[in-house]
């Protein structure tokens, strides 16, 4: 753009980028076009020119704007986030605690907002043993601010289990226990913290107080952690394989036949350039 052609006479352009085929910018005799890509797809990029005799020359440029580094890599990323340290199996007290912040924006004059950190307390109102509810409590007033406590170590099923790590959801908070000697040595025994969670694309952070080889998880830099939970596909675009079988009883020595559904596979494998995909069975020892 802002190009000259052979008699000097100014070059007019034009710019138009597509985004699944469909025109997301269009501008013209411009000397530098702008465009966030805060989308997934696929793009083309064309730049028309014309000169002082009508001749137009056209580029084209196609690239591929994907989530995929950012979906593997990012803090958070998903509507489950599991928090895991080495440091957790190696807890010394027979009770530690933990608490929760979350981020917030707060008006602070009309139009006007500022991000703003507030504590957290797990509340359980019908008071079954299981935390329900959050309490929030302006930052300045960490005497208002409680630990949940929870067992530095268990024994049930004849074996010893200590903690490996914490689960966080939509609507659930569970405790990971590892098996480290007994019959269920190896094995994850999941413990329910509570079965309220945390909201989407919000930033929250846990602080775990507890002491490991003498020293307290905030001396070796673990005890305080940020984290957030996002959704990556909304319920029109997120690719699901799932099976399809016969509604019909099926006795032993039967044939029957099961379907996959692929729904919205087949545009994420193009957009991925995905050549296969691996359907995955989950076995789980303990709880749901």
Known sequence: MGRTDFDDTEVTSEFKLY???????????????????????????????TDSMGA?????????????????FQSGAGLMYFDYSDLFEYIEDEVFGMRFYKTASEEIVPAEEVTVRKRLNLLDTNEDGLYDTWEEIPNNRSDLHRYVYLPGYLEVYSTLWVPYGFEYGTD??????????????????????????????????RWV?????????????????????????????????SLSTPDSDIGPGDSFTVGVMTENVASFADLYDVRYIQLSVEQRRFGS
């Open 172 to 205: 659930s908070i569970r405790v990971y226990y590892a098996g480290v000697e007994g019959p269920y040595s190896g094995f994850v025994l999941f413990y329910p913290l509570a079965e309220v969670g945390f909201e989407l694309n919000t930033v929250y952070a």
């Open 19 to 49: 985004k699944n085929g469909a025109e997301v910018l269009s501008v013209v005799d411009t000397g530098e076009a702008v465009y966030a890509l805060d989308e997934e797809g696929k793009y083309v990029a064309e730049v028309v020119a």
């Open 56 to 72: 137009q020359t056209k580029k084209t440029i196609s690239f591929k704007a994907t989530n995929m580094k950012r979906e593997l």
């Open 209 to 241: 107080e507890a002491h490991v080889f003498g020293n307290t998880l905030n001396d070796y830099g673990e005890a305080y952690k940020a984290f957030a939970l996002r959704e990556r596909y909304d319920s029109d675009e997120k690719p699901i394989i």
